[in-house]
């Protein structure tokens, strides 16, 4: 019998069987149910089953992220109607306005821990596995039968492993990594698949550098990704939590649906053109290019390194685009303005916003009008993407995006000095 | 049974936001203001075209992107009945079953037909008949065979939990 991958040992786990193989269909209990300002809609879902109360509220997480604070009275009244339904139904693990984007939050709060399951009604749960855990993106209907079940149905899917090896080139992030990826690939590359990192790069990726990864595995179509969890994963949850956990990894001998292999020792900067993440090209062939907006957040691209390497980009600089930042979290923040890295940003001339998912998706503040190019840190550049069909959106690592801010089209960082 | 449906035929990797766009996500509730923004960025005159009872064609990786279902309920509260495609989005293929639509993989099918064509679904034979060829529907497992009978995830639950 050939050994089992992490997502077959995972499911299993969660689904309370001794063993599972791709296919299977399991009936699994997650750790961890996410929703986020969808959450109203959800509970509407809910009360049509017909169950009075929330099988087990210890399980829920609910953060503020998507538009906050409320840009308008429809998006306040939204909020207003979670807040009631988190105090009606007991809901403690509540992240307001401000908090954060919630796979940061729930990452810096160790509410998932390896070898655990989150299903979230965000597309990019599947961030989670960057501490060795299993995440996945459900719909809110799911989500509404797991508060009143506490099951969902699975297929167990196949695996596709990625094998990074060497270390990155100076000026070269996680996020060429996951652009290559998926622009070798292409959009559907993942797809009905999960996806297990591994090779010689994993260890070098900072804490922040790590959740890139797989939280851009949703741009790929996969269902979840999994970076086996090292030491560094363990004292970062440590610092975090007291709660116990046993770490899962696949089998030396696991049957594997494909197996690919990329060397990102000489990897340059890539760009993605509009409107597909998987529209990838060398930095040089989009060189040139006017923006007017620069945008640098979201659960992609809005971690503290990411503040960092803005700074140390546009420090002492003018700026000829804006250049939008957005914190992932408050925690970020904190940690921006402790080491100095935010008084970089606003002297440059720095536009910054709430901790939150800022312009990602056009429901926030930082929209452009037609016609204006951005190029954002962000996972998304699809068609209208940030509000407007005419906005162009040009996906980026965080030198790039400050450097093309610097000069008011996309630009090399190496050219600025 | 047979029934015979109008398609609407798009082409490869068309994502949620295309479908239903983000910034209508969390303000728009009823139905009909769901509806009212259905492919707007990609088709503006589907809304006005649409027919109950239309299906979907479409080429490979159809809803890929969000998570939100909005995505199928856009379509379903147009009208659409049934989505044929090469190949879905992992998360919307799901949705459309937790909605009670049934998604249909069907390789080489958005080249066989054209919008406004007609499509034969068979119901009690299994097969789908497009552009003078009939092909056999993928079978779905007992469990997903159950969500959409009962009309999706949600009346299935409503009317498990009103038994007890």
Known sequence: MTGFTFVEKVLAQAAGVTQARAGDVLDIRPHRILSHDNTAAIRKLFEQIGVPRIADPERLIIT???AAPAPTTLHAQNHAEIREWVQLQGIRHFFEVGRGICHQVISEEALVLPAEVILGADSHTTHFGWLGAFGMGIGRSEVAALWAT???????????????????????????????????????????????????????????????????MAEF?????????????????????????????PDADATYDET?????????????????????????????????????????????????????????????????????????????????????????????????????????????????????????????RMGTTDAPIYLANPYVVA??????????????? | MQTTHT??????????????????TYTLRSQE??????????????????????IIVAGRNWGCGSSREQAVTALKWSGIRAIIAESFGGLYFRNCINQGIRPIVLAGASALVRTGDTVTLDHAAQTVTLGGQTFALPPLSPSVQAILDAGGLIPMLKARYAKT
């Open chain 1, 64 to 66: 503020l992220d998507h």
């Open chain 1, 150 to 216: 506490g099951e969902l149905w699975l297929a167990v899917p196949k695996t596709l492993r990625i094998v990074l090896n060497g270390a990155l080139p100076e000026g070269v992030t996680a996020k060429d990594i996951a652009l290559k990826i998926i622009g070798t690939l292409g959009v559907d590359g993942g797809a009905y698949r999960a996806i297990e990192f591994s090779g010689t790069t994993l260890a070098r990726l900072s804490l922040d550098e790590r959740p890139v990864l797989p939280n851009m």
């Open chain 1, 221 to 249: 179509g996969a269902m979840s990704a999994y970076m086996p969890p090292d030491e560094v994963v363990f004292d970062y949850l440590r610092q975090r939590t007291t709660r116990p956990f046993t770490p899962l990894y």
């Open chain 1, 260 to 384: 690919v292999t990329f060397d990102v020792s000489a990897l340059e900067p890539l760009v993605a053109l509009p409107h597909q993440p998987d529209n990838v090209v060398p930095l040089s062939e989009a060189y040139g290019q006017p923006i007017q907006q620069a945008f640098v957040g979201t659960c992609t691209g809005g971690r503290y390194e990411d503040l960092a390497m803005v700074a140390q980009v546009v420090r002492g600089k003018r700026l000829k685009a804006r250049l939008l930042v957005v914190p992932a979290s408050a925690q970020v923040l904190q940690r921006a303005i402790a080491t100095g890295v935010l008084a970089d940003l606003l002297e440059a001339g720095v536009t910054l916003g709430t901790a939150g998912c800022g312009a990602c998706m056009g429901n926030h503040m930082g929209v452009p009008a037609p016609h204006e190019a951005t190029i954002s840190t962000g996972s998304r550049n699809f068609k209208g």
């Open chain 1, 403 to 417: 450097a093309s801010a610097v000069t008011g089209c996309i630009t090399h960082p190496a050219d600025l000095v």
């Open chain 2, 7 to 24: 398609c609407h035929v798009y082409g490869d990797d068309v994502n949620t936001d295309l479908i239903f766009a983000g910034k209508y």
């Open chain 2, 33 to 54: 203001e769901i509806a009212a923004h259905a492919l707007e960025d990609l088709d503006p005159d589907f809304v006005q075209r649409v027919q109950p009872g239309d």
